[in-house]
């Protein structure tokens, strides 16, 4: 494997990352909005502050890890995508930032009309934030980003494949949270709740799977080139994926919840791989590959470096917070 071959796979493990621990935790946001009135949502709202309490703010470790690579080990093409696609990126940030503060603010609320204020405003930028995010992807992966950062400052995200992948992203988003947020509940020791949300995560994941599917028709034509990746080599993904899919509806129709987790994970990160490997060896699809985007030699001997050692450092804390937060214990307690 090259040297820009492997910091462009460090990069993308972070990706999938993000999408697969981030993403679950914007999909309960979904949840949250359409929880109901005050009254009847607030248990489920309970369970959705309880659940990502804990992990909010460490989900987003892996988002400063693909910038950082990706600066660092690709400027040019960051540059590129930084310019035009700006308003996506923006309208992506500007979520992040609402959601983390009405996030806090809603727990300290002095009065109902401002806890259900700073509710909407979590609930709403839960959607919107990863919807962006996907718009930034379909804008890379079909060609609408010129090395010179030229594009176009709205074609390029609102096109066919962008609008696909931003409500492909809060479609699998969704699907995630609601598998994980069931097996909270029924670690909790709520039974209607696990069922009422087993029933919507059954839903919202048999929509998404038909999206995804649906999205190879437009993909086709407004994404050659993606969709010649993901017709080849990177069809077994897409496969994988579809199996993962199926296999979770099926286990969350059984109440096998702690396996549903496993193979919702795998299906929503075959789903993000799939795109990865449709699009490559392009960084930025038809303009610039991963070899030609790569900076200086030893700027991308450093970043291997700096990932040997934030797998050292950072992963072992992060995995053993995620395991803490899925424990029994931790699903029982008051805090």
């Given at each position: 494997m090259s040297l820009e071959l492997a910091v462009a796979a460090a990069l993308f493990v972070g990706v999938i990352a993000y999408a697969v621990l981030g993403g679950a935790d914007f999909g309960s946001g979904f949840f949250d909005l359409t929880a109901g009135s005050s009254r009847r949502g607030a248990e489920l709202r309970t369970l959705v502050d309880h659940s990502i309490g804990p992990v909010w703010e460490a989900n987003h470790v892996w988002l400063i890890y693909v910038l950082v690579i990706w600066w660092t080990g690709f400027p040019?093409?960051?540059?590129?995508?930084?310019s035009t696609l700006v308003l996506p990126l923006l309208l992506?940030?500007?979520?992040?930032?609402?959601?983390?503060?009405?996030?806090?603010?809603?727990?300290?609320?002095?009065?109902?009309?401002?806890?259900?204020?700073?509710?909407?405003?979590?609930?709403?930028?839960?959607?919107?934030?990863?919807?962006?995010?996907?718009?930034?992807?379909?804008?890379?992966?079909?060609?609408?980003?010129?090395?010179?950062?030229?594009?176009?400052?709205w074609s390029s995200w609102l096109n066919p494949t962008s609008l696909f992948g931003g409500v492909i992203a809060v479609g699998t988003c969704a699907f995630l949270a609601g598998v994980f947020l069931v097996a909270d509940a029924r670690r909790s020791g709520q039974e209607r709740l696990a069922e009422e949300l087993r029933v919507r995560a059954l839903a919202v994941g048999a929509a998404t799977g038909v999206l995804v599917f649906a999205a190879l028709v437009p993909i086709d034509h407004d994404a050659?080139?993606?969709?010649?990746?993901?017709?080849?080599?990177?069809?077994?993904?897409?496969?994988?994926?579809?199996?993962?899919?199926?296999?979770?509806?099926?286990?969350?129709?059984?109440?096998r919840y702690a396996v549903a987790r496993i193979t919702a994970v795998l299906a929503v990160a075959a789903v993000v791989s799939g795109w990865g490997v449709g699009q490559y060896p392009w960084l930025l699809v038809d303009e610039v590959t991963i070899a030609d985007a790569a900076g200086a030699t030893a700027t991308l001997q450093g970043l291997l470096v700096a990932v040997g050692l934030a797998v050292v450092v950072v992963v072992p804390p992060l995995a053993y917070l995620f395991r803490l937060t899925q424990s029994e214990a931790w699903s029982r307690s008051d805090h």
């Open positions: 040019e093409s960051f540059a590129a995508a930084m992506a940030l500007l979520g992040i930032v609402l959601r983390g503060a009405s996030f806090a603010f809603r727990k300290y609320a002095a009065t109902l009309a401002q806890a259900r204020l700073f509710g909407v405003v979590f609930a709403t930028s839960s959607i919107i934030t990863p919807f962006f995010l996907g718009t930034v992807a379909g804008g890379i992966a079909s060609g609408r980003v010129p090395i010179d950062g030229t594009g176009d400052r050659p080139t993606l969709a010649a990746g993901l017709e080849g080599r990177a069809a077994p993904l897409v496969v994988l994926a579809g199996l993962a899919g199926l296999a979770t509806m099926v286990l969350l129709w059984r109440r």
